[in-house]
């Protein structure tokens, strides 16, 4: 493996990121010169100049094997959420190495979860850089550098490649160079729309553009302290519930579906499935909250079950309500939309609908192979026929994300928190969900949570945003042929 060439491509993303950066100062300058201005400035020019000295001594080359294109995007990840680390370190605040580091890898693995306890105090600047890092985050690190590098050939077809899990390119019915345009028109699309109709519902230019930026990457960041409950207005909830929603989706499907083609949302079972799901659980959340008395009607209570449900399950993270005190019964329904997520080829993490209906199917079967040994049965989902072997990714996928929860919970435990905090906070990092329940619940951060566990909770997050086995391989890379 050629390392000069990994770091010449990584160098690549880094002036990407540092170019965003830098239209980051530039909102702080419009915005009076905010104290954010020179830190991003200074952020910028030094992510710059670590990505420039690879393309300096490194030549081009428009050939590189799998294995370069996997240590590519997996450096890629990592570099971004160190470089990230930069504008908040110089700012100051609240952000030490490790909370600086827990905002940087929330942001770009889209998990929404923060350590500030007061988001309000930040410069604009600095906010943008959050929404901005999330953004770029949603769509993927690598998929939008690929957008402004020059013409690659087979690299651009290999990168992308890497980037996108097996399970999000089933859907796909295009070239592989047609996919980096369509998650382009349907992300940029998407987070236009979202900015005029939340400007429309009475959001300002600044917080619209934000929180549109922040529902189509699924990450919930907000620019207020309590998200969306500040506003308390019905018709932002209603407009977030459907950009959470669509997020959720699988993008070449609306693609599809948008430009009038045969296979689109309306033919998926896995989007029948998801929707399903979003209606049945929101519904059944809601008759237990106004059973509860905890709203007065069910029509609120409808209101508040729904968004709360959609953010988890597309997972969002953003906020209506303190489901803190929401049932028990909610809460359970809660954890399960944070675990099982929204579906393969959108900005969502988690085990994925898409893997949640193979499984299903699988344990259907197993019931019919027993009353029936001799009998041959094959799996189609949406229409593709599933090999044995993606069947046994899928079950292994599965056992490594609750093994993973498992080892997660037990570490915070052994850090003293408590159990509903520290299985939460697994739940959500590993699933880039975002908001958990006990001391990180819904209106909380995790401020308080000691530094081991911020760690660790990073290290899910990218774990999560990676597919787990995208990171553990990398640790393994040499013993590739």
Known sequence: MRIDVVLRYVGSVMLFIALFMLLSAVISYVSGVDSSFYPLLLSSLLTALLGVFPLIFVEKTEQITTKEGFCIVVGSWLVACVVGMFPYLIWGGEFSLVNAWFESVSGFTTTG???????????????????????????????????????????????????????????????????????????????????LLLKMAGMNWFDALCHAMSACATSGFSTKNSSILFYNSPAIDTILILVMAIAGLHFGLIYATVTGKRSNLFR???????????????????????????????????????????????????????????????????????????????????????????ALKMMRAQLRQQQHPNAVIRFKLDGVMQERETLHAVMTFIFAYLMLLLIGTVFSTACGVDLLTSFSSSVASLGNVGPGFGEVGSLDNYSGLPAAVKVSN????????????????????????
């Open 113 to 195: 979860s923060s350590i500030l306890t007061d988001v309000e105090v930040l410069p604009r600047g600095l906010q943008f850089w959050r929404f901005s890092s999330t953004w770029i985050g949603g769509m993927g690190v690598v998929m939008f550098a690929l957008l402004v590098l020059p013409s690659l050939g087979r690299s651009k077809m290999t990168l992308s490649n890497v980037e996108l899990s097996s399970m999000a390119k089933d859907n796909y019915r295009y070239r592989t160079q047609m996919i980096v345009q369509i998650l382009l028109v349907v992300y940029v699309g998407l987070t236009a729309v979202a900015t």
């Open 458 to 481: 990073t290290l899910l997050m990218l774990l999560g945003r990676l597919e787990i086995f995208g990171l553990i391989q990398w640790f393994f890379i040499r013993w590739w042929r």
């Open 268 to 358: 998926s079972e896995v989007t029948r499935f998801y929707v399903g799901m979003l209606l049945f659980c929101s519904l059944a959340i809601a008759v237990s909250l106004y059973a509860a008395e905890l709203y007065p009607t069910l029509g609120a209570s409808f209101r508040h079950a729904c968004f709360q449900f959609v953010s988890v399950a597309s997972t969002t993270g953003f906020a209506t309500a303190d489901s803190n005190t929401w049932t028990s019964f909610a809460i359970i329904m809660l954890m399960f939309g944070s675990i099982v997520c929204a579906c393969a080829g959108s900005t969502a993490g988690g085990i994925k609908v898409n893997r949640l209906v193979l």
